[in-house]
């Protein structure tokens, strides 16, 4: 299990390689307040003084180290390799293969590295400095040594240092991979530890935190930290142990790290000689290995399957990033005869890529068709807007000056010629919903289907134009079929259509019916007609509507209803100009009055006083007469009936016409259109120009597939006895 260590750490070089961390491997995560020992304790662990020190904020920026053990036997090889005599050296990322064995001189690189990117003031920043120690006195470990925790701004510091120093703190620990070393100095209280703090926000179980315990060895006189190092005060799960560090006095004077761990050692076996074995830098040393191989070992199917899948997803990442174009006739004709052919099966429902959030394509049109259309013109109303004085108003106009004896055709035709111009207006945006769908079509093959396109974002221009193009000449041919279907039907009313004459029987039968079935129609002919009616409903009617009257004395033959248009109904309230000029009274005139004023010679006024018919004011309300009232119901039905025969012919041939003007003949001429416009020499280098970020994301995805390819390797050669 010791070979898992050094396989997190080639994974680690694999991606610092590629300046990437989209996997989180297993590290120790150092953290702890400002000036409370961290950096002191990673040089225990070196065994070497190699870290700046100082007071005040020293560790400005994240410094990932990686403890390398070099057996007697590996030396030898790499030092044969490398030139290399020194027993311990280092290397850091940013010098490539520059190799340190001054520790001196990988102190100051430090401080140059942290200046540079820095500053020379106390900011921080979360770019990490990458370094590696090869030595045979260190066990392998990854440590991630972190600014310390602070509260106020010193110097130039910026104002918000505490959180960019926490949010820096938190990227690293919420690593679910990470082992958090919580460090904490002795002569502060340990319930106010904002390492401890931290550490719980991110792994409140405590599943992997680490508490070190600095400075034991100036704590108060009188006091000791055996409460806190048995865990008496705030347990961890993973423990507590304690060390001694160097002071600024040691470090001032070149007190050598092993001379500081024997001392330790002899401090710990005089104040704490029960928990001796328990505590110093070497347990300290031993804890974080165990740890973090055992770590490792959970983490390490996880961090496989991850790998696996990056690797899967970048690859596919690239390939939709294409090879670089080598011969640019045969790549722009195949780029336009894909996304034709895409466009083309997205319309018959055959594309390889298919919505299954909501409809698209041909589907999407087959709804309006039958659907959205279809819908709309159930929904219109066959006698929208006729009223029953609108149609009687049709039947007067029609007679002109003469009273007809029957209902003229004419009206008929006008009538239903107005209600079937109500059915353009649906068919015209029949066809722009149409239009519309296949505008999102385009974007549909080029969002889903043709990848490629992405890549050359002025071809995908000019195809999108192209198209639109052709789909906006398209529009006016097909609305003037439409426009043209609907001028048909109201070109030649058919009468003789066999639906319509089968229900014009059928209502002349229900008519006919109806007159048997009425009671009290089968009068004597001695009896007046205005007796008879008398129950007519009253409706209101205009005074430019009015029925002019028919002579007071009815003849036999018309009194027929079944054939004649006001056949004479003498109801002195209800059309005639007797009845206007009484319109105030409520009450019928007196018979023998009503034989005087009929006995007047025409012209001629009254003894009593002269009359100005127009000065005279109209009623505005009167019965309508059974033969109007049928004679409108009459023209109602026949209206629609007729309706019904040509909203159906209009549901059926829009559907095909805007198919055959429209779709398809945009099917049918697509590529070629696409062809003759863009499939020319001098459009072939600024086409087919990719854009200026896509060679730099090839190169990138293809440098991290390679990474990921290398460290799914490095992983596929550990045993599986090494797990155990």
């Known amino acids: 299990m010791e070979a898992l260590i050094p396989v997190i750490n080639k994974l680690q070089d694999v991606f610092n390689t590629v300046g990437a961390d989209i996997i989180q491997l297993p590290q120790i995560v150092v953290v702890g307040t400002q000036s409370s020992g961290k950096s002191s304790v990673l040089e225990s662990l070196v065994g070497r003084d190699l870290l700046p020190r100082g007071t005040g904020i020293v560790t400005r920026r994240p410094l990932i180290l990686q403890l390398v053990h070099v057996s007697a036997e590996d030396r030898q090889t790499m030092g044969d390799e490398n030139g290399i005599e020194a027993e311990e050296w280092g290397k850091f990322l940013h010098t490539k293969n520059k190799i340190y064995t001054d520790f001196d ?27 590696k120690i090869f030595s045979p006195h260190v066990v392998n470990l990854t440590l991630v040594d972190l600014p310390g925790m602070t509260k106020v701004p010193v110097g130039d510091q910026p104002k918000d240092i505490e959180i960019q120093i926490r949010e820096l703190i938190l990227r690293y620990i919420s690593n679910p991979n990470s082992i958090i070393l919580a460090v904490t100095a002795a002569n502060t209280d340990m319930a106010t530890s904002e390492a401890l703090k931290i550490s719980r926000e991110v792994d409140p179980d405590g599943r992997r935190t680490l508490a070190v315990i600095t400075k034991l060895d100036l704590m108060d006189a009188g006091t000791d930290a055996m409460d806190v190092l048995m865990g008496r005060v705030i347990p961890v799960k993973l423990g507590i142990i304690g060390v001694v560090n160097r002071s600024q006095l040691d470090i001032n004077t070149k007190k050598r790290v092993a001379d500081s761990i024997r001392d330790e050692y002899a401090f710990l076996q005089k104040r704490y000689p029960s928990l001796a074995n328990r505590n110093g830098t070497k347990y300290l040393a031993k804890t974080l290995n165990r740890l973090l191989m055992h770590h490792i070992r959970d ?3 996880e961090l496989k399957t991850r790998i696996n899948v990056l690797a899967a997803q970048y690859q596919t990442l690239l390939n939709s990033y294409g090879e670089p174009v080598e011969d640019k006739n045969a790549t722009l004709l195949q780029l336009i005869t894909k996304f034709a052919a895409e466009y083309c099966n997205t319309i018959e429902g055959t594309a390889k890529y298919i919505e299954t959030s909501e409809l698209c394509g041909g589907a999407r049109i087959c709804y309006i068709f039958h659907e959205t259309f279809g819908r709309t013109l159930e929904c219109v109303d066959p006698l929208g807007g006729l009223s029953t004085i609108d149609i009687l108003t049709a039947i007067r106009n029609a007679t002109g000056p003469r009273p007809a004896l029957f209902v003229p055709e004419v009206s008929f035709e006008l009538l239903v010629n107005r209600q079937i ?33 992405l890549r050359f974002p002025k071809l995908h221009d000019a195809i999108v134009e192209v198209v639109t193009s052709l789909l906006r000449k398209r529009l006016p041919v097909t609305n003037e079929m439409v426009h043209n279907l609907v001028a048909i039907e ?8 066999p639906d319509f ?18 009671p009290g129609r089968d009068l004597p002919s001695a009896v007046p007609r205005d007796k008879s009616s008398s129950r007519a409903p009253a409706v209101v009617v205009p005074a430019s509507q009015e029925t002019p009257a028919a002579p007071a004395e009815g003849d036999g033959k018309q009194g027929n209803p079944a054939t004649l248009l006001g056949d004479g109904i003498p109801d002195a309230g209800t059309g005639s100009w007797r009845g206007m000029l009484k319109a105030s009274k409520a009450e019928e005139p007196p018979s023998d009055e009503k034989a005087k004023f009929t006995q007047q010679p025409p012209g001629s006024p009254l003894k009593c006083h002269a009359v100005n018919l127009l000065d005279v004011p109209v009623p505005v309300a009167r019965k309508l007469s059974a033969r109007e009232q049928r004679d409108c ?6 209206i629609k009936s007729y309706f019904l025969i040509v909203r159906k012919n209009i549901q059926d041939s829009v559907p095909k016409a805007v198919m055959h003007f429209l779709v398809n003949f945009v099917k049918d001429n697509l590529q070629s259109e696409l062809v003759g416009q863009l499939y020319k020499s001098k459009l072939l280098e600024d086409l087919l120009t990719e854009s200026e970020d896509m060679a ?12 990921l390819q290398r460290a799914s390797q ?3 050669e550990i045993r599986e006895t090494h797990l155990w």
Not at 696 to 707: K, N, V, Y
């Open 421 to 453: 111009k109500r059915l353009e207006e649906p068919s015209l945006r029949c066809v722009e919903l149409v239009h519309e769908e296949m505008q999102r079509i385009i974007q549909h093959c080029s969002t889903y289907s043709t990848q490629e396109l």
């Open 714 to 716: 490095i992983i596929a």
């Open 299 to 301: 983490c390490l199917p």
């Open 501 to 518: 004459a089968d229900a014009c029987a059928l209502i002349n039968n229900n008519i006919e019916e109806q007159r048997r079935n009425r």
């Open 633 to 638: 119901e009459v023209i109602e039905r026949l």
């Open 696 to 707: 730099q994301r090839r190169m990138e995805a293809a440098d991290m597939l390679q990474a």
């Open 490 to 497: 109201l070109a030649y009313i058919n009468t003789k259509h």
């Open 105 to 131: 001189e990988i102190r100051q690189e430090i401080e140059n590295e942290t200046e540079r990117i820095s500053g020379n003031n106390k900011g921080v920043s979360p770019e990490p400095i990458h370094l």
